[in-house]
């Protein structure tokens, strides 16, 4: 199936970025082996989303204006992406745990399934899976609830596409935005109005449609991002962009460091905030009149993308490593949090 349209216009990469990644995977990562120093680093996940929803939204318009846009091209691709790399971490960690943790794997068959197949987040609401109980009664593969999500948007990434696309020729470009733009803003308050004082946060937390929204929302972008306006910025304008990125850089340092998860405010708007200051830091990073994305990926910061080109390596692994260490008691040996880091990064390479 190819959708047709119009001439393509713009640069393909965008820098900064991979930056962006770096600052997600850190705050995963630390929120995983530390969760009561930096409780809200689970935060990091919404930005994933975002970047997930604006990259592929982006290629795939562009792709759509270059008459490239295959739907089986698109799913081969997530295919192989996605399933080396998955699988072997599924594998090797069940492999393994058979003959050191043999209790943590011992009936994994239907958590493998729901992890392939891509609907582990349900099933982990099905067996009332606490992401925030830390590694009670938790299991190795307790952080792939991400990739469920993940797995289901890519699914149906193509048929929200294609009503975008036929939007787009039929009534006009700013039709089809529209529409996303509408999904995106009622899929937001799905959290919000679910919420109930003292309730269980499980099901907020882990469910598609409380959490898709961020999605949607770097999916309005992306879309948007490819023919947007290209005028030259006023000087306010360049002012504020370069003073409001290092602020919101900061509101998410702090946010990682205060918001709870388990705190009322993260479900009736809490994080829907932080998603949209993820929003504004993700134009503010690619927009190349500003220059933050070139000085993000100039050769002297270049450290800075290195995590975040392998980030995906680096969320699967981390927690198999987290959970043996903790099993293991191998938490209490001097400089422990070294070795877990040192085996991820390992790991991933």
Same mark, same amino acid.
């Given at each position: 199936? $190819?959708?047709?349209?119009?001439?393509? @216009?713009?640069?393909?990469?965008?820098?900064?970025?991979?930056?962006?990644?770096?600052?997600?995977?850190?705050?995963?990562?630390?929120?995983? *082996?530390?969760?009561?120093?930096?409780?809200?680093?689970?935060?990091?996940?919404?930005?994933?989303?975002?970047?997930?929803?604006?990259?592929?939204? %982006?290629?795939?318009?562009?792709? /759509?204006?270059?008459?490239? =846009?295959?739907?089986?091209?698109?799913?081969?691709?997530?295919?192989?992406?996605?399933?080396?790399?998955?699988?072997?971490?599924?594998?090797?960690?069940?492999?393994?745990?058979?003959?050191?943790?043999?209790? $943590?794997?011992?009936?994994?068959?239907?958590?493998?399934?729901?992890?392939?197949?891509?609907?582990?987040?349900? /099933?982990?609401?099905?067996?009332?899976?606490?992401?925030?109980?830390?590694?009670?009664?938790?299991?190795? =593969?307790?952080?792939?609830?991400?990739?469920?999500?993940?797995?289901? &948007? %890519?699914?149906?990434?193509?048929?929200?596409?294609?009503?975008?696309?036929?939007?787009?020729?039929?009534?006009?470009?700013?039709?089809? +935005?529209?529409?996303?733009?509408?999904?995106?803003?009622?899929?937001?308050?799905? *959290?919000? +109005?679910?919420?109930?004082?003292?309730?269980?946060?499980?099901?907020?937390?882990?469910?598609?449609?409380?959490?898709?929204?961020?999605?949607?929302?770097?999916?309005?972008?992306?879309?948007?991002?490819?023919?947007?306006? *290209?005028?030259?910025?006023?000087?306010?304008?360049?002012?504020?962009?370069?003073?409001?990125?290092?602020?919101?850089?900061?509101?998410?340092?702090?946010?990682? =460091?205060?918001?709870?998860?388990?705190?009322?405010?993260? %479900?009736?708007?809490?994080?829907?905030?932080?998603?949209?200051?993820?929003?504004?830091?993700?134009?503010?990073?690619?927009?190349?009149?500003?220059?933050?994305?070139?000085?993000?990926?100039?050769?002297?910061?270049?450290?800075?993308?290195?995590?975040?080109?392998?980030?995906?390596?680096? &969320?699967?692994?981390?927690?198999?490593?987290?959970?043996?260490? $903790?099993? *293991?008691?191998?938490?209490?040996?001097?400089?422990? $949090?070294?070795?877990?880091?040192? @085996?991820?990064?390992?790991?991933?390479?």
């Amino acid at each position: 199936m $190819a959708l047709f349209g119009r001439p393509t @216009a713009g640069r393909k990469h965008i820098e900064g970025l991979v930056v962006l990644r770096t600052l997600a995977i850190v705050g995963v990562t630390l929120f995983h *082996m530390f969760p009561d120093g930096l409780p809200g680093g689970y935060l990091g996940v919404s930005l994933f989303f975002v970047l997930t929803g604006f990259l592929l939204a %982006y290629t795939s318009k562009r792709s /759509w204006l270059e008459h490239r =846009f295959r739907v089986k091209n698109y799913y081969w691709k997530r295919i192989k992406r996605i399933y080396p790399s998955l699988l072997i971490v599924l594998l090797t960690t069940i492999g393994i745990f058979h003959f050191v943790l043999p209790k $943590a794997v011992a009936a994994v068959r239907p958590e493998f399934l729901s992890i392939v197949f891509g609907y582990n987040n349900w /099933w982990q609401i099905a067996q009332n899976a606490d992401y925030f109980t830390r590694l009670t009664n938790a299991s190795p =593969f307790t952080h792939l609830w991400f990739m469920g999500i993940e797995l289901q &948007y %890519y699914l149906i990434w193509p048929v929200l596409f294609a009503v975008y696309a036929f939007l787009d020729i039929l009534v006009g470009r700013r039709a089809g +935005l529209a529409v996303m733009a509408v999904l995106a803003l009622g899929s937001a308050a799905v *959290m919000p +109005l679910m919420y109930e004082p003292n309730m269980d946060v499980t099901r907020l937390y882990y469910g598609t449609d409380t959490r898709i929204y961020a999605l949607l929302f770097g999916a309005v972008l992306g879309l948007w991002w490819v023919d947007r306006p *290209m005028g030259r910025l006023s000087s306010w304008q360049t002012t504020l962009g370069y003073i409001g990125w290092p602020v919101l850089l900061g509101v998410t340092i702090a946010s990682y =460091f205060l918001l709870d998860g388990q705190n009322s405010f993260t %479900y009736q708007g809490g994080m829907l905030l932080m998603t949209v200051v993820f929003c504004v830091l993700l134009l503010l990073t690619a927009d190349n009149r500003l220059l933050i994305g070139t000085i993000l990926e100039s050769p002297a910061l270049k450290w800075l993308g290195w995590l975040g080109k392998r980030s995906f390596g680096i &969320y699967l692994w981390q927690y198999p490593v987290i959970y043996l260490f $903790a099993k *293991m008691g191998w938490v209490r040996l001097p400089y422990y $949090a070294v070795l877990e880091i040192a @085996a991820i990064l390992l790991l991933t390479l």
